[in-house]
């Protein structure tokens, strides 16, 4: 069975759907393909997300995350798409499964802001996952 394929698309890829992706690429070790974009893709992902990933023991550098613009192929090829605050600007493709997380930007935002965004992101990536494994 192929493994399941989810994407994460925020605005400018530096921060929401970067920290989704890592928490995902973990939680489901290897077992679920991961990846991440943005309708409008910043040059860099913001530091302090980078700082508030560390502490939970995720180095999103070195994992190579980078920010990337969102490609309708990769929509289309995805079976799980969750968006972060692009509203209509990501494509819909039938038979793909969209969730739509509402969740505090952190851009310009300090470490201290960022924390509790994350560990919402967490405890989310965690109950997605348990879908995930529940339909396949």
């Known amino acids: 069975m192929p493994k399941p394929e989810v994407l994460f698309v ?3 890829n530096a921060g929401r759907s970067q920290m989704a992706a890592a928490f995902l690429m973990v939680l489901s070790q290897g077992e679920v393909s991961v990846r991440s974009a943005g309708t409008a893709p910043a040059d860099s992902i913001n530091p ?3 700082e508030a990933m560390a502490e939970k023991g995720i180095d999103l550098l070195a ?3 980078k920010p990337k ?3 309708s192929e990769v929509v289309q090829g995805s079976d799980y798409v969750i968006t972060m605050g692009c509203g209509d600007e990501c494509p819909f493709f039938p038979g793909v499964h ?4 509402t969740l505090d930007d952190p851009a310009g935002q300090g470490v ?4 509790p965004i994350r560990d919402e992101i967490e405890r989310r ?4 996952l348990a879908t995930i494994n529940g339909a396949s």
């Open 10 to 12: 925020c605005v400018h």
């Open 48 to 50: 302090a997300v980078i």
């Open 63 to 65: 994992m190579g995350a």
């Open 69 to 71: 613009i969102l490609e």
């Open 98 to 101: 969209y969730l739509d997380w």
């Open 112 to 115: 201290d802001a960022v924390r």
């Open 125 to 128: 990536v965690t109950e997605l």
